[in-house]
């Protein structure tokens, strides 16, 4: 590490101790570091001080009723490692799309350090982003503007809403998340409050937190009765790679007619896209015809890519309706 | 909480105190908080057998063992890992009495130059517990974040295979 980014490290006893320390200004939360711990090393990020969370980890999921919605929901604390989750009995036969995700992430190792607060606050994978040596970057250093639109694009947005940064959000739970339509808890002195995971992101791939908030849970609803669901993580290699673009998707079927279907797709935004219109534009199609691929189509008619992304405009779509097709398939 | 805190926390690096139980041994060491349990292992404790490949999380060489899970080195600070037992290639097996897994290696040729050797079969030792020694297939896969440079994968899977054989999964680490 460069010898000028020494910091302070804090234990927090308690969520009450967390959230004083946090307001500390550039004080950063840090759970399994997989991710802080490389940026602290290569400089990208410099917070003056670390507040480990690890006395604040609970049960990594708890099955809550929710009486309004009929079926319970889950509550994964935000201190659960991946590999927890991914391991429990009642998320791998209610959300598959939810262990498939966190399965298809990292490696083992990461896994079983990587937290799911960590994993969705986790900083892009842009290469411009995390180099060492010098480079325009618009979060980096603010006005420089972006190397991506002049170097290697395959990591790139094809939504770009942010005119400064092409970045995409890596993470796989996300994802998945989105189309459960989950909720992110968050913690501050000023109180709590709940995120959709939808719009946990800014169109540039950074989460909405602000200095002092701490995620404490990640709420996932529950499914309808017969809900299938699955994930598909398309990358450059086999395993143990980010994708270049994935799909979540979570459907209701009836016969083999789709009675509801939810889709969000990694790799082409800041954040999870949701295929909303796709959505609606699905009902009543049977599982396996022509139609759901021009109903998927739908949702890429914005999509605004940069030259070395075109491609993942397609890929996308294939990606979604294959996802959509192994989801109905599953059980 | 760090022994000195400073008016300039970039400047002036604090230390703290960490007390690591390493394969079965306790040391007491005085660190700054940037060190990783990497640097820790082998710079001050002096156990070098957990080597330092990317550094970065990407290629497993570092694979140790904290209560008993396999994790990256690299990836986590030492004052994270204060309290906690760690279980490195050293502690694993001895030239006299090698773990099933080093054994295994050795029978099946799995490695050339060996680096990576140390992560391979403290990655390995854990897969075979975790019962994710199955089939080669699922070999690969679990052992995807463990990287070769002399590519010796075949023996590798070969080697991690016949050890799941000769030690069927510990129930206490099956998860």
């Known amino acids: 590490m460069p010898a000028d980014t020494g910091f302070d490290y804090v234990r927090a006893a308690d969520t009450a101790h967390a959230l004083t320390l946090l307001d500390t200004p550039g004080a950063k939360p840090i759970a399994g570091g997989t991710d802080l711990v490389t940026l602290l090393r290569s400089g990208v990020d410099r917070t003056p001080l670390l507040v480990d969370l690890a006395a604040l980890r609970g049960q990594a999921v708890r099955v809550e009723p929710r009486p309004p919605l009929g079926g319970p929901g889950i509550v994964l604390d935000a201190l659960a490692r991946m590999a927890d989750v991914a391991a429990d009995g009642w998320v791998r036969a209610t959300y598959p799309v939810i262990a498939q995700a966190l399965e298809l992430s990292a490696s083992p190792q990461v896994r079983n350090l990587g937290t799911v607060a960590g994993n969705l606050a986790q900083r892009t994978r842009c290469p411009y982003f995390r180099a060492e040596a010098p480079t325009p970057c618009a979060k980096r250093s603010p006005g420089s503007g972006c190397a991506a639109r002049r170097g ?43 995120i959709p995971v939808t719009e946990f992101y800014r169109p540039d791939a950074e989460t909405v937190l602000r200095q002092g908030d701490l995620v404490t849970a990640v709420a996932v609803p529950p499914v309808a009765a017969g809900s299938r669901s699955a994930y598909l993580k398309v990358r450059e290699r086999a395993s143990f790679e980010f994708a270049l673009v994935s799909c979540a998707a979570e459907v209701v079927l009836d016969g083999c007619v789709i009675r509801s279907a939810r889709l969000a797709v990694g790799g082409v935004a800041g954040h999870p896209w949701r295929l909303t219109e796709a959505e609606s534009a699905l009902v009543g199609l049977e599982l396996g015809a022509p139609a759901v691929r021009s109903a998927i189509d739908t949702a890429f008619a914005a999509a605004d890519p940069l030259p070395g992304a075109v491609f993942k405009v397609e890929l996308a779509a294939r990606a979604a309706v294959r996802a959509l097709r192994a989801a109905g398939s599953h059980r | 909480m760090t022994e000195q805190a400073t008016e300039n926390r970039t400047a002036i690096p604090v230390t703290a105190r960490v007390s690591l139980r390493v394969n079965g041994v306790e040391h007491h060491l005085v660190v700054e908080p940037r ?68 054994r295994a290696f050795v029978a099946n040729d799995a490695l050339q130059c060996g680096f990576c050797t140390p992560g391979q079969v403290m990655a390995a030792a854990a897969c075979i517990a975790e019962g994710n020694a199955t089939a080669p297939h699922r070999i690969r896969e679990w052992m995807s974040g463990n990287l070769c440079r002399c590519a010796a994968y075949p023996q590798i899977i070969a080697a991690i295979q016949e050890a799941a054989q000769a030690d069927p999964v510990d129930p206490a680490h099956a998860r």
């Open chain 1, 152 to 194: 290697v694009q395959r990591g790139t947005a094809v939504f770009t809403a942010d005119p400064d940064c092409v970045a995409t959000h890596p993470s796989d739970l996300a994802v998945a998340l989105a189309a459960l339509d989950a909720e992110v808890l968050v913690e501050s002195r000023a109180g709590e409050r709940t």
């Open chain 2, 35 to 102: 060190m990783t349990l990497l640097d820790a292992l082998r710079e001050v404790i002096g156990l070098t057998g957990t080597k330092k490949g990317c550094d970065r999380g990407e290629c497993g060489a570092c694979t140790v063992h904290v209560d008993g899970r396999r994790v990256n080195a690299c990836l986590t600070l030492a004052v994270m890992q204060d309290g906690h037992d760690v279980t490195t290639v050293e502690g694993l097996g001895t030239p006299e009495n090698p773990h099933p897994v080093q």
